[in-house]
């Protein structure tokens, strides 16, 4: 489907993808890189070009890549997204590659966020003591970072990456408050 296609057809692609993505034990917490090779005749790529659109095709998929059920917990993730057009006789299909040069991923089962403020940050449900005061210590460093200070202090942050609770919390995510004081060092 495309953006230009009807709810419907995108909700159902998004049904076919989830249905292969539910049965991945693991979900991506970090950047990625996203491949799509999308095979299809060429003479109907270039004969229905609002269809067959680049860019309407790319938000369809990437969208049911993420979530709960998915294999990335949100599109900001996505650094890279390559896309090629390979031509096929026959129905289209699409095949698509995620690469995670950080290998940070957690069991889906047991993923869950520390939130602080506007900010989520991933952890295991079972997460212990030591690794809630190093993620307190990772925050204070995000709520000082800015513009202006961002390549002085990033070296700090971990390759795990915050996320914006809004987009944790419309994705299902279960969150966990955590308190943090700016006097910890």
């Known amino acids: 489907p495309s953006l230009q296609n009807k709810q419907e057809k995108k909700k159902d692609y998004r049904e076919i993808v989830l249905s292969c993505t539910r049965k991945c034990p693991f979900i991506i917490t970090s950047t990625c890189w996203v491949h799509i090779d999308y095979y299809c005749k060429e003479f109907r790529r270039l004969k229905n070009p609002s269809v067959y659109d680049m860019d309407n095709i790319i938000k369809p998929i990437l969208d049911a890549l993420v979530g709960k059920d998915g294999l990335v917990v949100d599109d900001v993730l ?73 390549e002085e202090l990033a070296y700090l942050l971990p390759q795990n990456v915050f996320i914006h609770c809004n987009k944790i919390k419309e994705r299902g995510f279960d969150t966990h408050e955590l308190d943090v004081s700016n006097e910890i060092q």
């Open 78 to 150: 996505f650094d890279r997204v390559e896309v090629n057009w390979i031509d096929k006789d026959g129905l289209d299909e699409v095949e698509i590659t995620i690469d995670y040069p950080d290998l940070c991923y957690y069991p889906k089962e047991n993923l869950c966020f520390y939130m602080n403020g506007k900010w989520c940050f991933p952890r295991s449900k079972e997460s212990n003591a030591v690794y809630e005061e190093l993620v307190k210590k990772y925050f204070v460093v995000w709520n000082r970072i800015n513009d202006e200070n961002f």
